[in-house]
């Protein structure tokens, strides 16, 4: 979100982009600070001071309805904050989730380097399980697994579940399940 408005400010927007961009950069200040916080004090932290500044965002963005060029730089920026406005508020909801999509995009980054490579997967199955390997990978990393750990105990435990394809039991070897935490942190 702060890149349109960033995009619309190095276009030569001076009226509404900049502070856009600075209600942008308040968010992203505050959240800094909350770094080192657990979950739940974070999530407390953002009820407490990240809501009123996303409020008064959101508000500021509705005030301006007509009063912009909706096809220019800072119309597509406010047109897209109001559109994704649920998915920035989620924040509020749960303190483990992050105000920024960084970590997300550099785990495609891996998924777009490597499209080529497997582009010479010997079958669809084989392309299916490397897609399943990478998501897990990935997703270990994110949650602060060793993945050599992660994996082996995935093997030595999930075979021998009653029943495999049980979507249920699995949930317990989710990599942010509290067992496998303990198990295979890094």
Known sequence: MRRKFDEAVTAGDKGLAPTGRQYCNDLFQWEKKWQDLSADERQTQREQRLKPVMDAFFAWLVSLDGSYLPKSKVGKAITYALKHEAGLRAVLLDGRLELSNNRAERAVKELVIGRKNWLFSQSKRGATAAGVILSLLTTARANHLDPS??????????????????????QDYLPWAPKVQAFCHE
């Open 149 to 170: 750990k992660y994996f082996n105990y995935l093997f030595d435990t999930v075979p021998n579940l009653p029943a495999p394809g049980d979507m249920v039991a699995l």
